[in-house]
């Protein structure tokens, strides 16, 4: 079988906070947008791509009207995005009013530069130095 990964859906709790989070400081793009008001849910999709859907990976964020928050369980790791400069990402998003909770540097026994951040709902982003 031959397929390929299209997206990753994470719940959220207000659509537009998250929304300006990954646009505003992830630099991510708006991809599409559904709103269902028959099954009481909006999902938005994400990523870095002129929203075809052969571009690559896609965050998918689902609001369920009238649900806030969630419980993040133990079992998702992260999500992991590219970026030119881990520190420069980690000041926009700190002066984004985002949380960093490790700074940037290299990976443990290794040479890779990452960093770790929150999204408004608590979902933790791996950012990995890409040249």
Known sequence: MAGRFLH???R????DRSVAFYTKLLGMKELRRNDVPAGEYTL???GYGEGNKDNGGEI??????????YELGNAFGHLAVGVPDVAAAC???RN?????????????HGTTIIAFVEDPDGYKIELIERA
């Open 12 to 15: 959220v709790g207000d659509l």
């Open 60 to 69: 998918e964020l689902t609001y369920n009207y009238g649900v806030k928050s």
């Open 91 to 93: 000041e926009l998003v």
């Open 44 to 46: 938005v999709f994400l």
């Open 96 to 108: 984004g009013g985002g949380k960093v909770t490790r700074e940037a540097g290299p990976v443990k």
């Open 8 to 10: 990753t859906m994470i």
